[in-house]
Each structure stands twice: as C-alpha cells, then as structure tokens.
C-alpha cells in the first residue's frame, strides 16, 4: 500500500513539471505568433504604399478619337483597353485596340481614318442608278446623299406626290369611303357647313366636301410626335397602329409588344431542343459542347453550359483550354441607336479559394464583322457593346473570352458564345 501511494505521488510530480513545460512553450508560441503577425502587416503596410504594387496607380495618357472615327474606352490603367472605329466611307488605319502597358505608354500607335469623298461618291452614284425619282424627276448626286428635281406638279423626296391647289398633300382624294358631305345649317339667312371630327372641309363655299385627314402624314411632319410605335395605318376620319409578325398592340392602342412564343408553348421545338424567344417569332436550339481533343474533353451541366472535365496534371494544353464554355442568346430589332451595351462577363471566386486580381477580356471568334468591341468597365467586368448597327433577318455570333491571372500567373479562361438575332423590325 505504500509503494502504491509512492507511485502515485511521483506521477502528480511528473503531471505538473509537463504542465509547466507546455505552459512554457504555449507562451513562448504565442510571442512567436505576435511578432511574426506585427512584421507581416508592416510589410503589407510597406507593400500597399508602394506605386509599383497596384497596377491601377499607373496611368497611361489620355488617347483622343481619330477625326471621322469614334473612341471606346475611358479608363487609362495598366491592362486597359481603348477601341477605334470609323464613320461609314472611311477605313481605319493602324490598331483598332491599343493596351495600357506597366510603363505607362499604349501599345501601337494612333489609328486614322482614310477614305470619304470617293466612298461617298460611288455611293451616291449607286444610289441613282437605282432610279429612285418618279415621274420623270432626275437625280442629283450630293456628299453622302442624293435629291430628286422633279417635273412641274409633282413633289416629294421621289417625286411621288402629284402637286395639287387643294386639299393639301395630308388629305385623301379619289376615294368615296374618305369623301363625306358636310352638315350645313341656315341661320340668319346664312349657310354654316361643319365636317366630323377626323375631316376637313374643301371645295368653295358652294361646293364644300369634307375631305379625309391623314393622320398617319400629319404626323410624319417635323417636329410631330411619333403617332404609332411601328406602323400607322390611316382610315376615315381616323387611324389605327398595327405591329408587325410576332408582336402585339399593347392597350394605349400605339406601342408594341413582343409575342413570346416559347412562354405561350406557341412553338415545335422537339425535345432536346430550347426554344429562345426572338423579335419575329422563335428559334429552337441545341447548343454543343467542343468535341473532345487531347486530353481537353467536356461535360454539360446545364442546358447552356459546358464545364471542361479535370486535367492531367502534366497537360499544359489541356490547363489553356477554356474551363467553362456558356451559350447566350439575344433578340434584337434593326438598326438600333450605337453604342450600346448588350453582354457583360465579370467572375466570382469560390467560397474558400482566392479570386483573380487580374482579368483580361477579348472577342476570339464568331462571324461579328467588326459590329463589336470588347472593353473592361471595371476590375472585374467586360462589356460587349455594339458599334455598329445592324439590320435583319440575320444572326450573328460573337465569342468572348475572360482569363483569370493571380499574382500574374495565369489560372484559367471562361469562353461565353453569343448569337445574336436580328429582326427586320424597326422600333
């Protein structure tokens, strides 16, 4: 018994020499952590007010628009892009994208716009061979446009108007369903007429009619409000607005709204297929992952994107090759005002792993034709913007690219496709 309570007196003395060692070591850990944690915020402090840290301290100069061009692009840091373009009859010559490199000087040198007269010329005379004055007028070619001299009583922009001393050219002649005799009343031995509303009257006062009032041409007068959103139809004594293939008239009884067909289960798409919405109607769609190469292979993950399946760790091709690949799709009508704004890409870092400190956008591909330009509105955002306007039916496709840098390595690349319908609408 003891022995026993021997034995255990040394065991408390051994339990309290460890529990002062490891008291010991856990304070001088602790100091350990405090003084490496004050010199790394020194050293960030450092690093923070130092210019050649932040790529976005260092600014490149101010770049101006060649004369009959356009600029895009406002911003002047480092790995920002400016955009040129032209005005129609001139052809830019030089770099249409200039880059603001890290010693602050643009990449290439200023574009310029070349052209004009000839190409307005030939435009002009193929805009007469066409013919397009009437009765007898004769075409006179101009800078950047034409105009019509016409014969003596006829008028109008073509020479289509048949010039007449009354009633004036708003007003519908020849025609029984648009002509209305007027009410007339004596009163004091005096003849009064009046016409309806939506008629004006003509003639002498011994032979007065009331003659149809186009609304449809009143309002096409300068300065007039437009009467309808698409398309004025006139009918006696009033008028009405129609809208074109795949729109409805809205209750105000002028604007138009778009039928959506693929909502409304108005379409024939088979299964497999999407239906996307468009201005005339609907598209059914199927978009496809890249087809496998190498050890670059691809899964869908949803109806609009494709996810790249995981890499070897010594493929360097397969590590370059888009991450995700998504499809996009917009309807647009003809001959839209520019520039406009249509598409944005921007990342998000996942929960857990760091985000990208740099990014760097790119249109790589598609059948766009130069009618867009791809430029950075902020550190983590690029816009695809229209710089020129476009007429329909037609579909064009663009391809953009985004890829993510850290620390200037890069890390991976996001490929969006858009297809962009454009209807022959007018709005």
């Known amino acids: 018994f003891g022995q026993s309570c021997l034995d255990r007196q040394h065991i408390l003395t051994v339990v309290r020499q460890m529990e002062k060692f490891l008291k010991g070591q856990e304070t001088r850990f602790t100091e350990g952590l405090r003084i490496m944690k004050n010199k790394l915020a020194a050293l960030?402090?450092?690093?923070?007010?130092?210019?050649?840290?932040?790529p976005y301290t260092v600014t490149c100069p101010s770049l101006e628009a060649p004369q009959h061009g356009h600029k895009f692009g406002s911003k002047y840091f480092v790995d920002h892009e400016v955009h040129f373009t032209c005005d129609p009859g001139y052809q830019l010559v030089g770099p249409s994208t200039r880059v603001c490199q890290e010693n602050g000087i643009w990449t290439g040198a200023n574009p310029v716009c070349k052209g004009g007269i000839d190409n307005f010329l030939s435009l002009d005379i193929s805009e007469c061979l066409s013919n397009p004055c009437q009765n007898g007028g004769t075409c006179i070619e101009g800078m950047n446009h034409y105009r019509c001299s016409c014969q003596q009583n006829w008028s109008g922009s073509h020479c289509?108007?048949?010039?007449?001393?009354?009633?004036?050219?708003?007003?519908?002649?020849?025609?029984?369903?648009?002509?209305?005799k007027p009410r007339c009343a004596k009163i004091d031995r005096t003849q009064h007429c009046s016409c309806d509303a939506g008629f004006h009257m003509s003639g002498t006062?011994?032979?007065?009619?009331?003659q149809d009032v186009n609304e449809c041409e009143v309002y096409k007068l300068d300065?007039?409000?437009?009467?309808?959103?698409?398309?004025?139809?006139n009918t006696p004594g009033s008028y009405h607005c129609s809208c074109p293939t795949g729109y409805k008239l809205l209750g105000d009884g002028r604007s138009c709204e778009d039928v959506d067909e693929c909502l409304a289960l108005q379409h024939n798409c088979t299964r497999g297929t999407t239906c996307i919405n468009t201005g005339e109607g609907f598209q059914c769609v199927k978009p496809e992952c890249p087809k496998a190469h190498g050890n670059v292979s691809y899964v869908k993950t949803s109806p609009f994107q494709c996810e790249r399946n995981p890499c070897p760790m010594d493929s360097r091709s397969c590590h370059l090759a888009p991450k995700t690949v998504s499809f996009h799709y917009l309807s647009l009508p003809s001959n839209l005002k520019t520039p406009l704004t249509l598409f944005r890409m921007?990342?998000?870092?996942a929960p857990g792993r760091p985000g990208p400190d740099s990014l760097r956008f790119g249109i790589v591909g598609g059948n766009s034709k130069g009618h867009f330009v791809m430029q950075r509105s902020d550190r983590q955002t690029g816009e695809l913007i229209l710089v020129q306007s476009l007429r329909g039916p037609q579909s064009i496709?663009?391809?953009?690219?985004?890829?993510?840098?850290?620390?200037?390595?890069?890390?991976a690349k996001h490929v969006s496709k858009v297809t962009v319908f454009v209807s022959p609408n007018e709005f």
Not at 168 to 175: A, F, L, Q, R, T
Request: proline share 7%.
């Open 397 to 411: 496709e663009v391809d953009m690219d985004m890829s993510e840098y850290l620390d200037r390595t890069f890390q």
């Open 44 to 54: 960030q402090n450092s690093v923070s007010k130092s210019p050649a840290a932040d």
């Open 346 to 349: 921007a990342t998000a870092a």
């Open 160 to 180: 289509q108007h048949q010039v007449l001393t009354a009633p004036p050219e708003w007003s519908v002649m020849n025609d029984p369903a648009f002509s209305r």
């Open 205 to 210: 006062s011994d032979n007065s009619i009331c």
């Open 223 to 233: 300065g007039a409000p437009r009467l309808c959103m698409h398309a004025c139809i």
